[in-house]
């Protein structure tokens, strides 16, 4: 099957021509930055970092993070399918992406969490530890799959 895929038009547009990894890696960056951007900002409020900017204004940022997520799904798959085959056995690949799915999984329970606790949190300005130890672990998997996906190229 993931030969198939490296068969593929939009396979070979990728990977052969001038302009389609650059323009996919391109997008993957720009989605990486808003997406670990908004989210690891939010996690750094949570551990007491930035007092100044409330938890209910932070919550409205999550549709952003979210379309970051999405640019970096769809722009990846269209990386992936260049060297399907490759990406599928390679180890540092496979890491970043287990750590993704982690990351989304924290991000929901904490934005489930903000969205019901924010602005009692504001008031009273102390968040739940549970919280806190879920956005130091939000952090490092998003780190942990900045790494790995850096990587790929090399191991
Ligand atoms: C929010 C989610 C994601 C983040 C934070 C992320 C992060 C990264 C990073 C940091 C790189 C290295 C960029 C560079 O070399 O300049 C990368 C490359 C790549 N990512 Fe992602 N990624 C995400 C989602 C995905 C998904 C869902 C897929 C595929 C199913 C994917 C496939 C790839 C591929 C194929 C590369 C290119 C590796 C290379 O040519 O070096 N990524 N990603």
């Known amino acids: 099957m993931f030969e198939w895929l490296e068969g593929t038009a939009v396979a070979l547009w990728v990977g052969e021509s001038l302009y389609?990894?650059?323009?996919?890696?391109?997008?993957?960056?720009?989605?990486?930055?808003?997406?670990?951007?908004?989210?690891?900002?939010?996690?750094?409020?949570?551990?007491?970092?930035?007092?100044?900017?409330?938890?209910?204004?932070?919550?409205?940022?999550?549709?952003?993070?979210?379309?970051?997520?999405?640019?970096?799904?769809?722009?990846?798959?269209f990386l992936f399918t260049s060297q399907a085959t490759m990406f599928v056995s390679n180890t540092a690949f496979l890491l970043k992406i287990s750590m993704i799915f982690l990351a989304a999984i924290c991000g929901a329970i904490i934005q489930n969490k903000m969205r019901d606790e924010g602005a009692t949190w504001d008031s009273s300005g102390a968040v739940v530890g549970s919280v806190k130890s879920l956005a130091m672990l939000s952090i490092a998997l998003w780190m942990g799959a900045i790494i790995a996906g850096r990587l790929t190229a090399y191991v």
Do not use: Q
Request: glycine residues 14%; hydrophobic residues 50%.
């Open 20 to 77: 389609g990894y650059p323009f996919m890696l391109g997008c993957h960056v720009v989605g990486l930055a808003i997406v670990v951007g908004l989210f690891v900002m939010r996690d750094l409020r949570l551990i007491g970092c930035f007092e100044g900017i409330s938890y209910e204004s932070l919550d409205s940022l999550r549709k952003l993070a979210w379309t970051g997520f999405v640019i970096n799904a769809i722009s990846g798959c």
